[in-house]
């Protein structure tokens, strides 16, 4: 079946422990991105990568980081997470930039 | 970063009405995408509209591509109780940069 898996699903932290959310696609896809989702505010766009070892920063890029050295990982990075950082991540993949992107089913992050 | 206006934020209607939503923005855009959000899930593409004037049927949703490039618009009739969820429009500008913008959302109640 295609699809985009994240992991974990959920994810609860204190403020300064790094963690990684991981996200695979196995659908061959070129172009992949992670979002955060909070409330009012829609998607909003933390980096995205248009192909193996090229990434670029969103518009949220501060406090995470990102790595794409196989096309069909996208894992997403907090060196130390703050409280802020609490919200839910989409990871989304597409064949191009400029194709329809398909989303993973999240990953609820909660920092105290 | 850049927001679509949609509207309206939220919907309860009664199982069987028709359903409007729309999304409008000063900027021109190539593409426009629907998504429907259910709770727990992540987006899931719904309808993709690729040129301005185009008209374009998934079942019972239908979804038109604003002659302005400006904005778009989805019409689901007859609704169903499992069209409840947060319908999300987004739109990919025409200048070059492989970056969607995502409108806000609205929320649907379907009521039985």
């Known amino acids: 079946e295609a699809q985009v898996t994240q992991n974990p699903r959920y994810l609860i932290t204190v403020t300064g422990k790094k963690l990684t959310v991981t996200c695979s696609q196995n659908m061959n896809h070129e172009y992949m991105s992670w979002y955060r989702q909070d409330p009012g505010l829609g998607l909003r766009q933390i980096y995205y990568s248009m192909n193996v070892e090229v990434t670029d920063k969103g518009d949220v890029p501060e406090g995470y980081k990102v790595s794409r050295k196989e096309k069909r990982n996208f894992p997403l990075i907090l060196e130390s997470p703050s409280p802020n950082q609490t919200s839910l991540y989409f990871c989304?993949?597409?064949?191009?930039?400029?194709?329809?992107?398909?989303f993973g089913n999240g990953t609820r992050l909660t920092v105290t | 970063g850049q927001q679509l206006n949609q509207s309206p934020q939220s919907m309860f209607i009664q199982e069987g009405e028709d359903v409007s939503m729309n999304c409008t923005s000063s900027?021109?855009?190539?593409?426009w995408l629907w998504y429907k959000q259910e709770p727990g899930e992540g987006p899931v593409l719904l309808i993709a509209l690729y040129k301005a004037g185009e008209l374009t049927s998934n079942g019972r949703l239908t979804a038109q591509f604003g002659i302005t490039r400006k904005d778009s618009f989805l019409n689901i009739s007859a609704s169903i109780p499992s069209d409840v969820g947060i319908y999300f429009c987004?739109?990919?500008?025409?200048?070059?940069?492989?970056?969607?913008?995502f409108g806000t959302g609205t929320r649907l109640k379907v009521l039985a």
């Open positions: 900027s021109i855009f190539n593409t």
């Open positions: 987004a739109g990919l500008r025409s200048s070059g940069t492989y970056k969607y913008i």
């Open positions: 989304a993949s597409s064949f191009t930039g400029s194709s329809p992107l398909h």
